[in-house]
């Protein structure tokens, strides 16, 4: 009887790796050197069914074989001289026939570059997607109203296939089903199997261990959806585009979820499944619509890194793959195949290098689609809160009391909004995070031999997940438990050192003020997606948060060409208080209520009236208080606006009228029903 060997769990990273939602199939007891990847492959249809009390399962068969297998002791089978291949023979109940591949018919006429090529074209037909998407964006300088749509185009992955995480442990049990069918130390069959539990019928439950997005969606990148304001989406081949709504945005890990509601696009689709994280100069197609041309393409290339990096549409850092197969605008979005299996999608590339393109991994993917399941929206990445210094210096070392043997990280900063303040102090040695030891550099240690920053363990944890962590304190080591939460607006603290850009960003490149920065929050928020910009108008005084956004309207080169006081602070300044906001007056729309103010556009709004101004909210509360006959501005450089209210409050009507300004406040600082109100009118 066939039985599954104890290689089994050893090699389940390879397996899966060459299979797309279907069960692997070992014969005997033989262990598995190692399974050669599958060239080409005979379809054998041949059916099996058997019950177990309220569960039966179907499995269908099908054979791989490979053109370079070796084969040995295998009966009931039979080894042709002209095409080197073996011809099962199999003796099922029903019809057994066998119809070649296309991927077979032409295999013999490739080479194992083009074949591999050849194998991603086939697995992506019918499995990704050309997005249009009409996008527009807000215009920061005037922010009652936004810019001129653009059209851009992406890709995507589709998705049918609901796979259940707990699916294995029904499967554990019938192991009879499972026939692995290993001939010498190539993989050459695997089954599929659909599982009925209970009378009723699971959506085609392969035994396969893993989570991959359930029901008919689409997965791409965020930046390909962000401020969109129209989507839709082709199939290969068709000339008809279907209209999609996008469900879930993730910016910070630059990740989206489209849904399609019309049947007819689905028809014909297949799913993909998630594999694994490559190991370095493992072999990946990236498959796509680029610029250039509107059919499919594939590039081709190996892994040269993977570790922690920028991703620049959502100014946080995260583990990532760098390839060097070209990912070109419109590549964004679509996958990169290692096998039959996803192992990311493409996002982003480096400006002024050649042949250095970036993927997001499986790990984070996955991170992203389960907590979207879990919560119905975006869940977010979480974070300490803090920055941290390595403690490689032997001074250093000594100073903070730390042994020989031991290592970590040196506390620089912690944001004071963060549950870590409320536990750690500046100047602590985090020592190891869950019990894994960090070390001097920051790192951990990450698959065979390679180490990667331990940052990336935090952005893992599920948010309100408690973290473990051991410090060491005025000589002494402490045990801690911290709370993680996702911080909304993430990025590094950094300074900028150089302007290059990265694929549909204007984020910098950025060159790390400490070595790690476990996602500091920022008081000027770094980027803001699919929504209006925050504005208060009174006596033609345009009072704003200030973002980077904002600061991008000054173009390309912002860090040189914005206002130097705002580029620090943006870079620089962290939140004291919960809902603290960086205020300043943006402009002035002359008129003679406010003549002699012009000068004084750009800088912060401090005080109203003699109270410090918490946010947007609170200065227009502050304004329209109106028990003071005149209103004063506080502001940046000693600098001080007086306007008397009822003039200042008339003449905001005929400022408005007279710039064809709808409303003097943005949607966002009315209450419920003004909202409401506001939205309406707007719309109409």
């Known amino acids: 009887m066939l039985r599954i060997g104890s290689t089994l769990r050893a090699s389940r990273r390879l397996l899966n790796r060459q299979l797309h939602f279907q069960c692997p199939i070992i014969a005997g007891d033989s262990a598995i050197a190692g399974i ?9 249809p041949f059916n099996y069914s058997s019950s177990f009390g309220n569960i039966s399962a179907s499995a269908s068969f099908f054979s791989m074989l490979s053109s370079n297998s070796s084969i040995f002791n295998a009966p009931n089978t039979e080894r042709t001289e002209e095409n080197d291949s073996v011809e099962p023979n199999l003796s099922v109940a029903g019809d057994a026939g066998v119809a070649l591949s296309e991927v077979e018919r032409v295999a013999p006429r490739l080479s194992d570059g083009i074949l591999d090529a050849y194998l991603a074209i086939e697995l992506a037909l019918d499995s990704v997607v050309k997005i249009f998407t009409v996008s527009s964006s807000p215009n920061y300088f005037l922010p009652w109203q936004n810019k001129s749509q653009r059209e851009t185009t992406g890709s995507g992955i589709v998705s049918l296939t609901f796979l259940f995480q707990k699916v294995i442990l029904y499967m554990l049990p019938f192991f009879d089903l499972a026939l692995y069918i290993l001939q010498g130390s190539y993989l050459v069959g695997y089954v599929n199997f659909h599982l009925v539990i209970g009378g009723s019928s699971s959506p085609s439950l392969p035994f396969v261990y893993g989570f991959v997005i359930p029901g008919k969606r689409i997965l791409t990148n965020a930046h390909v959806v962000a401020d969109h304001t129209f989507v839709l989406v082709r199939k290969h081949g068709s000339p008809t585009k279907y209209r999609a709504t996008v469900q879930a945005v993730g910016h910070e890990c630059d990740l989206a979820i489209l849904v399609v509601e019309s049947e007819e696009f689905w028809e014909g689709m297949n799913s993909l499944d998630l594999g694994d994280v490559p190991f370095l100069q493992e072999a990946v197609s990236v498959v796509g619509y680029p610029q250039g041309g509107d059919n499919i393409s594939v590039t081709k290339g190996v892994v040269s890194r993977v570790e922690p990096t920028q991703y620049v549409h959502g100014a946080s850092q995260l583990l990532a793959i760098q390839i060097d197969a070209a990912i070109n605008p419109g590549n964004s979005g679509g996958p990169a195949i290692m096998g039959d299996k996803v192992a990311g999608v493409a996002f982003q590339n480096l400006s002024g290098a050649e042949n250095i393109g970036y993927i997001i991994p499986v790990p984070v993917i996955k991170h992203f689609i389960a907590g979207v399941e879990e919560r119905g929206e975006y869940a977010g990445f979480c974070s300490l809160g803090l920055s941290c210094q390595p403690t490689e210096n032997a001074q250093i070392r000594e100073y903070f009391q730390m042994q020989s043997k031991m290592t970590g990280v040196l506390v620089s900063r912690i944001n004071p909004l963060s549950d870590a303040s409320r536990v750690l102090k500046k100047d602590d040695i985090i020592l190891s995070f869950d019990g894994v030891p960090i070390a001097s550099d920051g790192t951990v ?45 993430e990025v590094n603290f950094c300074v900028v050192t150089l302007g290059d850009r990265v694929h549909r960003s204007r984020v910098l490149r950025r060159r790390l003020y400490f070595l790690l920065s476990l996602k500091l929050q920022p008081l000027v928020p770094v980027h803001q997606f699919d929504k209006l910009p925050s504005y208060f108008i009174f006596a033609g005084l345009v009072f704003i948060p200030l973002t980077q956004p904002f600061l991008h309207e000054y173009g390309e080169e912002w860090y040189n060409t914005s206002p130097r006081r705002l580029c620090e602070r943006a870079l620089r300044e962290l939140p004291k208080k919960p809902g603290e906001q960086f205020i300043i007056l943006s402009q002035v729309l002359m008129d003679d209520i406010n003549a002699g103010y012009e000068r004084l556009a750009e800088l912060q709004v401090k005080k109203v009236n003699g109270v410090e101004v918490l946010n947007l909210k609170h200065l227009r509360q502050l304004v329209e208080d109106g028990n003071q006959k005149n209103v004063r501005f506080d502001l940046d450089d000693e600098r001080v606006i007086v306007l008397n209210y009822e003039s200042a409050r008339i003449a905001t009507s005929r400022i408005l009228k007279r710039h064809r300004i709808p409303h003097a406040i943005s949607i966002d600082l009315t209450d419920e029903q003004n909202a409401a109100e506001l939205q309406s009118a707007c719309s109409t």
């Open 36 to 44: 050669a990847p599958v060239r080409h492959r005979r379809f054998i």
């Open 445 to 489: 240690p990450f698959r065979n031999r390679e180490r990667i920053a331990f940052d990336h363990l935090v952005s893992m944890k599920k948010p309100n997940e408690t973290a473990e962590l051991k410090v060491l304190r005025n000589g002494e080591a402490h045990d801690f438990k911290i709370t993680l939460h996702p911080d909304w607006a």
